[in-house]
């Protein structure tokens, strides 16, 4: 069974920073593209960032380039989101996706097979 566990999510205030890690089992990771979402309350969930598989190309939505690094340890088999300069409107539920190799649409929610639990961010002014 494929599992999909986030962790690092916490309640910071606005120019901190936080790590997320997204730990996988029951699949091969290294060929998976790797995807991070988020949704705050009456929100849709949107693209954060997406890394390809086998530490392929990485990419971002717009709002977030410059302050987050998609990354990932095939070895570990984790993704992580490193969330630099937060702002309050980061605050979300953050959700880690996976699609075996490469998604037809990967900043569509719909392109992915497997989803975390998610885990809160809360950013204070």
């Known amino acids: 069974q494929v599992q999909l566990v986030e962790s690092g999510g916490g309640l910071v205030q606005a120019g901190d920073s936080l790590r997320l890690s997204c730990a996988a089992s029951?699949?091969?990771?290294?060929?998976?593209?790797m995807g991070w979402f988020r949704q705050a309350p009456g929100k849709e969930r949107e693209f954060v960032s997406v890394?390809?598989?086998?530490?392929?190309?990485?990419y971002y939505a717009d709002f977030v380039k410059g302050r987050f690094t998609i990354s990932r340890d095939n070895a570990k088999n984790t993704v992580y989101l490193q969330m630099n300069s937060l702002k309050p409107e980061d605050t979300a539920v953050y959700y880690c996706?996976?699609?075996?190799?490469?998604?037809?649409?990967?900043?569509?929610?719909?392109?992915?097979?497997?989803w975390g639990q998610g885990t809160q961010v809360t950013v204070s002014s």
């Open positions: 996706a996976c699609r075996f190799r490469s998604p037809t649409s990967w900043r569509n929610v719909d392109a992915y097979d497997y």
């Open positions: 029951g699949l091969t990771f290294s060929r998976y593209t």
């Open positions: 890394i390809s598989w086998s530490n392929g190309p990485t």
